[in-house]
């Protein structure tokens, strides 16, 4: 295994930023996923990070879409496993889905969807809803904060992950401030 460690850059294109690193990588391999973008919901005006972790032999080319089109919304061939695509300045009607797709000269990792909501000033929300995946009869809390202080977090529910299937639904019908943050953290017994 050999690895390659250049200095991180920062690229800016336009209305979006690159953030690159490179982790090692084994050669002779086709891309995978290791780290997957996650869905976001950001007031207008602000700011959305979709970052991907990728494996395989370098370069990668990262391809973006939006809204499931066949054109390519953004696509950059990298030495780097590391690619973060930096929306900033939204507004509700760029609220889209985003399509990521991974490949090098060995093959193609792909089909992993995100959606980017956007929400305008006084826009009402109707709750917040959380699934959580784990180990089965594990045991769990949901906090709740309307600040990021220490102090500020209160427990919402404890819950232990049933067996079949092995997920929890959590619907907050209170959470339409959209300055309110959740943490899932698991209970020691």
Sequence with gaps: MKTLLPPTTMKTLLAFTLLLTVSPVAF?????????????????????????????ILPLTY??????????????????????????????????????DVNNAYGYAGGKQVIVAVLSAGMETNGFALTIRGLTNSTWRIDCSTNLATS??????????????????????????????????????
Excluded: M
């Excluded at 809204?67 to 690619?83: G, I, K, M, P, W």
């Excluded at 404890?158 to 698991?186: A, H, M, W």
């Design 28 to 56: 002779g391999q086709h891309p995978i996923i290791v780290t997957a973008p996650v869905s976001q919901a950001v007031p207008e005006g602000g700011t959305a990070y979709l970052h991907v972790e990728a494996a395989g």
């Design 63 to 100: 391809t973006w879409r939006r809204n499931r089109e066949a054109t390519n919304y953004y696509q950059v061939t990298l030495d780097s496993t590391h690619c973060t695509l930096v929306l900033s300045n939204l507004t509700p009607a760029q609220a889209c889905f985003f399509s990521l």
């Design 152 to 189: 500020g977090w209160f427990t919402l529910t404890n819950f232990s992950i049933p067996r079949s299937p092995p997920l929890f639904k959590f619907v907050d019908l209170e959470g339409t401030n959209r300055s309110r943050f959740y943490q899932v953290i698991p209970k020691v017994n």
